[in-house]
């Protein structure tokens, strides 16, 4: 996958998290169970961690703490992917060579 391809892929994906983000968190106070759902789906795995602390949301824990954690998820989501992602290109290179 070429890096022009990897970025636009990236930028994508981080702006479903943001927008999943306003989505599912009213910052007055409610939470739309739906959108956070596909929220923690869309940021698997490490948003699997936030059902820890789901309580918190349930007895009004400040919602900026979680939307921050869930872009966060989102950004080293996509760090990791295209780690991998080069990683397996080189190998493939190493071996057409």
Known sequence: MSRIALRNVASVYLGMVITLVVLALDFSGSVDIPWLLAL???TLPL???????????????GLEVFAVFFVGCGVFDVWATSRILRALSER??????
């Open 92 to 97: 493939r290179a190493q071996r057409a060579a």
């Open 40 to 42: 923690i789906v869309s």
């Open 47 to 61: 948003s699997g961690a936030s059902m820890l602390g789901a309580w918190a949301l349930i007895h009004g824990a």
